[in-house]
């Protein structure tokens, strides 16, 4: 149906939905939503239980929607609306029974260039319609409606499909006893187990047929149970209710464990926070503090919000946040991230983000939203269940009517058999099988500092068979270092101390590795005056009575003569693509120091890891020739040097023209870059351009966590066609065994709901992937910080 976009104001309603769990309760409450009258927006999100609906103000109240979506058999609750309409009004839908596919929010603040591009097939277009098409939810008629509810908070018992399977269960063994007490009385206690099983399943299924799903498993299931009543097979109908409600309760469970590995990364961030204010200090809600404001955290205490810190050095444990084992040093003027641990001393800090923005809230909202960016194989499977259970329907008609009206067969068996095919036909577990491994590996991945923005990337990620790396700040620390201090008419140093006295002060990269080097060995700092910097040379000035200069040898040659010790020297730094300062002093050579932007300590092994998978690596860089070649050399991996950014996007098309290509880049400068390769993953410890820019981000700047987002990947979705050879495989054997009446209902039922539990175990696998392979490299979040176990 049309709706009108043209209205005047509209209102924002957010409802909290108990008992959603999976992308087709989401799908059955987004169809009814939209069938009602001035509703212009609905976004629905199963991973928060999260409804947000804009309507016009002649549109529906609250009630009418919180009725609709109560009779498809969940609870809805009103929450305050966390999107205003104007952000709704840009997230607008579709009519789901059109073919866009412009609803879901995107993922994160996409520069222009990672959508441009020419109409012609290019990775970067090809990547655009793949991200409208990743969030693909309109794929809703399969109609797989188990009434699902969040057993996290609860045990099965206390739920009411807990309940329900207690009652049944009680009138079964009743009625089965009976048998022996009172023959004549025992089919009515099976038809009584059998309707107060399957009322509320029926009604689920009216209501759905209502919003315009007719084809549900609710129904199926109400067809199955009344038919085997009235031919008289009230035993196996009221065991077959039975089973169906067990199922659901496991489903149920599954889900409930699934939800709670991302609920644990909220329960990370402490409930209180020490606020100071005038000179005093008193407990707050964490989440009430406001940016701007002081806190004070305790020694054992967990950081409440994301901040910098005002004073107080301490070890601060990063392991719930990035996954890193090793606590790091930090003191004034040093970002924190809240959750992370304070080990050793008071700090304080200044709050810098609210608590609905700080780094844990966004990686809960990141992977929360992935879990909706459908894979490839996910959107298939759903395309399949829309005609599937129509064409079950179909084959199970023709079952109960061909063989009675053309050969004369008895209607009783044939009717029975056609029932079980019905059972046997739900598609639950084959509809699961993909969205619960995608969510498994999300949480997996997460809790590890590698976030993957949903399905499709995850499937991106698997069929990589090219890496192209950015050099500076990937798979180097992006600030240069000192590697060489040669002495030639003095000391060590001498040489240092002279020209780290020259560069005090300096903001320039290279005269801060220099300050710092000194500042490492414990040279002394002496007197300077009338430093002055030569642009495009280096500089000059005089340290304690003696004129200096400090710049690029091709300059110092002009102050001083080389001898062949210095030459030598400085060729062979060069050669190795340092930057070398040379260090003149009353018109001899003193020395020379070596600088570079050194490789991360564990780049050769992330290369190395990644030949081992069959992937290849490549340096992208604007760096020159000589730095690249011998960077790159040292690593194991070829080079691409002095590259504009749009040359590294015609180098990735090259690139992707044979093989699928991941880009590993700063998610800013190399946005071009990454949006040209098939999956664009971001370095960077939680800053929002790494959360947002790219389609992965690893947490933890460590470049062999490339290699593990990989086999990652590579197990999601070994793990995928387990599930849907498990799902596929059941059904084969038993719709043939059914038809031929080998078996009966309550194994075609036993069969559907033991696939759908079978399937959904084994996607919970992988979130115990990273202790089963030994490569967390970091504590489990919410670990005492006292463990460590060693990283991989």
């Not at 797989?144 to 009680?170: I, Y």
Request: net charge negative.
């Amino acid at each position: 149906m049309a709706h009108s976009t043209d209205a005047p104001t509209r209102r924002a309603l957010a409802f909290r939905v108990e008992g959603m769990d999976c992308g087709s309760c989401a799908d059955k409450i987004r169809t009814a939503l939209w069938r009602l009258p001035s509703v212009s927006s609905v976004k629905v999100t199963f991973a928060t239980e999260s409804v947000n609906v804009e309507v016009e103000d002649s549109g529906p109240a609250e009630e009418a929607i919180e009725r609709q979506i109560a009779a498809l058999g969940y609870t809805p609750r009103r929450v305050e609306a966390k999107m205003s309409a104007r952000q709704l009004h840009q997230d607008r839908e579709q009519d789901p029974h059109e073919t866009h596919d412009h609803h879901a929010r995107p993922l994160g603040n996409v520069p222009e260039a990672r959508v441009a591009g020419s109409a012609a097939s290019t990775p970067a277009a090809d990547r655009a319609k793949r991200r409208e098409s990743a969030t693909d939810a309109h794929d809703h008629s399969h109609g797989h409606g188990h009434e699902h509810e969040d057993t996290g908070d609860r045990r099965w018992w206390e739920t009411v499909k807990g309940r329900l399977v207690l009652l049944t269960g009680v009138l079964l063994v009743v009625a089965w006893g009976s048998k022996f007490v009172i023959p004549a009385f025992s089919p009515w206690l099976f038809v009584a187990a059998t309707l107060i099983g399957a009322f509320p399943v029926a009604r689920r299924a009216i209501a759905a047929a209502r919003a315009g799903m007719p084809f549900t498993i609710e129904m199926l299931m109400a067809i199955a149970a009344t038919g085997a009543i009235v031919i008289g097979a009230a035993e196996e109908a009221a065991l077959v209710v039975f089973l169906f409600a067990v199922g659901e309760v496991l489903e149920g469970v599954a889900a409930g464990r699934a939800r709670a590995s991302i609920r644990a990364l909220g329960e990370l961030v402490p409930k209180t926070a020490m606020l100071e204010e005038a000179g005093a200090t008193r407990e707050v809600p964490a989440d009430s503090l406001q940016v701007g404001q002081t806190v004070m955290v305790r020694p054992g205490d967990r950081i409440p919000a994301d901040g910098i810190i005002l004073s107080g050095t301490s070890g601060i444990d990063e392991s719930p946040v990035t996954g890193e084992s090793v606590p790091k040093t930090k003191g004034p003027d040093d970002p924190v991230f809240a959750g992370s641990i304070n080990q050793e001393a008071v700090i304080r800090l200044r709050v810098e983000k609210a608590a609905e923005d700080n780094t844990i809230s966004r990686i809960i909202r990141l992977v929360e939203e992935a879990q909706e960016a459908k894979a490839p194989t996910e959107r298939f499977i759903d395309r399949f269940s829309r005609w599937y259970m129509p064409l079950i329907v179909v084959a199970a008609v023709l079952v109960a009517l061909v063989p009675p009206l053309l050969f004369g067969q008895d209607w009783a068996t044939w009717i029975y058999r056609a029932l079980a095919l019905l059972l046997i036909g739900c598609p639950c577990a084959l509809v699961i099988s993909v969205p619960a491994s995608i969510a498994s590996s999300l949480s997996a991945g997460a809790r590890r500092g590698i976030l993957m923005k949903g399905g499709v990337v995850i499937e991106g990620v698997a069929k990589a068979q090219m890496v192209a790396f950015d050099k500076t700040g990937t798979l180097t620390e992006g600030r240069p270092k000192v590697t060489d201090v040669v002495a030639i008419s003095m000391s060590k140093g001498e040489v240092l101390s002279l020209a780290a006295s020259l560069e005090t002060g300096s903001s320039h990269p290279l005269a801060t590795a220099i300050v710092a080097r000194a500042k490492a060995q414990a040279v002394p700092f002496r007197a300077t005056e009338r430093i002055t910097a030569i642009p495009g040379q280096g500089l000059e000035g005089i340290v304690e009575g003696c004129e200096l200069f400090l710049g690029a040898p091709r300059f110092a040659r002009d102050r001083a003569a080389f001898d062949s010790q210095g030459a030598d020297a400085a060729e062979r730094l060069e050669g190795e693509g340092k930057t070398v300062a040379a260090l003149v002093g009353e018109g001899r050579l003193l020395g020379l120091i070596a600088l570079r932007d050194e490789p991360r300590a564990d780049a050769r092994e992330a290369v190395a890891e990644l030949n081992a998978l069959g992937i290849g690596s490549v340096m992208l860089t604007g760096d020159n020739k000589r730095t690249a070649a011998a960077i790159a050399g040292s690593l194991g991996m070829e080079a691409r040097a002095e590259l504009m950014p749009d040359d590294k996007v015609t180098a990735i098309r090259a690139l992707a023209e044979h093989q699928s290509v991941m880009m590993i880049g700063d998610g800013i400068n190399d946005a071009p870059a990454l949006a040209a390769a098939q999956v664009g993953v971001a370095m960077g410890s939680g800053t929002d351009v790494a959360l947002e820019t790219a389609d992965a981000a690893l947490l933890r700047n460590q470049v062999r966590d490339v290699a593990r987002m990989v086999r990652l990947a590579r197990a999601t979705m070994a793990n995928i066609r387990q599930n849907i050879t498990i799902a596929l495989g059941l059904k084969a054997v038993f719709l043939v065994t059914s038809v031929l009446g080998l078996t009966g209902l309550w194994i075609a039922i036993l069969a559907d709901t033991g696939a759908t539990v079978i399937v959904t175990a084994n996607a919970l696998r992988l979130l115990g992937f990273f202790q089963e392979s030994g490569s967390s490299g970091g504590t489990r979040p919410g670990a005492p910080a006292t463990l460590k176990p060693a990283a991989a």
